[in-house]
């Protein structure tokens, strides 16, 4: 963000577009409030998951179990995940992001981390993307074959942790 005023403007613009949109939106089903680690939607609703300044930002109040489960709980309502930014609130990488990897591969999911141009909190310049088992595989270009997907029943949702007020 080039200075504080233009990160202003755009947080402005967005809460305009957001504010603009919230009527027709909560008329037509598409706010729902929900929280992780379990939704309330059916498997695969979703083609894209979107989660932004909260899990991996509150890693000291979010434990990893909690963060394990609730990325598989978003993986297995939507294809594609992708949570942003991966420090947190001190600024520093998350403590969760090695293990988190690290068991989400083990357990047949495809996990990449990414850079990206959006930078709101100073170093938060990267996105975790994890597709989950048993869902459509979309596939990026310029990473043929990088997922290992395992039909499987599975368990979302498990794990604990609880929510938090962020
Ligand atoms: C710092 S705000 C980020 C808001 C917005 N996503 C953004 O990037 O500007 C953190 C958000 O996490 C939400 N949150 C807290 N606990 C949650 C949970 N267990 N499940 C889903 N969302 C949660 C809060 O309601 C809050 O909207």
Do not use: W
């Not at 680690?37 to 434990?63: E, I, M, N, Q, V």
């Not at 394990?68 to 947190?88: G, H, K, M, N, Y």
């Not at 994890?130 to 368990?155: D, L, M, N």
């Amino acid at each position: 963000m080039p200075d504080p005023e233009a990160l202003g403007r755009l947080r402005l613009a967005a809460m305009e577009r957001f504010l603009f949109d919230y009527p027709a939106g909560q008329r037509d089903g598409r706010y729902v409030p929900d929280s992780l680690p379990r939704l309330g939607f059916a498997d695969a609703t979703f083609d894209l998951a979107l989660c932004s300044h909260c899990l991996f930002l509150y890693s000291g109040r979010l434990t990893l179990d909690f963060h394990l489960a609730s990325i598989r709980e978003l993986c297995r309502v939507a294809a594609e995940t992708r949570i942003f930014p991966l420090i947190d609130l001190a600024g520093r990488p998350s403590q969760h992001i090695t293990p988190v990897c690290a068991k989400l591969r083990d357990e047949g999911y495809a996990v990449s981390i990414q850079k990206v141009d959006y930078e709101f909190v100073k170093g938060g310049n990267e996105m975790m993307v994890v597709r989950g088992e048993g869902h459509r595989f979309i596939p990026s270009p310029g990473t043929p074959g990088e997922a290992r997907f395992i039909p499987s029943p599975g368990t979302p949702g498990e794990g604990k942790g609880g929510g938090a007020d962020l």
